[in-house]
């Protein structure tokens, strides 16, 4: 059983920044980050596959957030920049141990952390 631990969140003003961190138990082969908001459904933010050669961002991120991966520490970071409201969610790291590709839904991600609080005010 992957064992996945997100940190790095909190609460920012808008235009600010936020390094969320996911640690793993165990090396994955695909790791993505969602995000919740109240009332709406998770959706895709990022996904990076073991080399870091595919990469993947929702459209509603490009160009903010950058997704990176630390082998070495079984960890997957999303640098967020230039935040705004629409922003605010709980971000869920997840990962597979299969299947090395980048993968946009979240059926695909057998294994889930337990979430961590972004909350831009405006």
């Known amino acids: 059983q992957v064992q996945l631990v997100e940190s790095g969140g909190g609460l920012v003003q808008a235009g600010g920044s936020l390094r969320l961190s996911c640690a793993a138990s165990e090396r994955t082969l695909s790791t993505g980050w969602f995000r919740q908001a109240p009332g709406k459904e998770r959706e895709f933010v990022s996904a990076?596959?073991?080399?870091?050669?595919?990469?993947r961002y929702a459209d509603s991120v490009k160009g903010r957030f950058t997704i990176s991966r630390d082998n070495a520490k079984n960890t997957v970071n999303l640098q967020m920049n230039n935040l705004s409201p629409e922003d605010t969610a709980v971000y869920y790291c997840?990962?597979?141990?299969?299947?090395?590709?980048?993968?946009?839904?979240?059926?695909?991600?057998?294994?889930w952390g337990q979430g961590t609080q972004v909350t831009v005010s405006s």
């Open positions: 997840a990962a597979r141990i299969t299947s090395g590709v980048v993968y946009t839904t979240h059926k695909d991600y057998p294994y």
């Open positions: 990076i596959t073991w080399s870091g050669g595919s990469i």
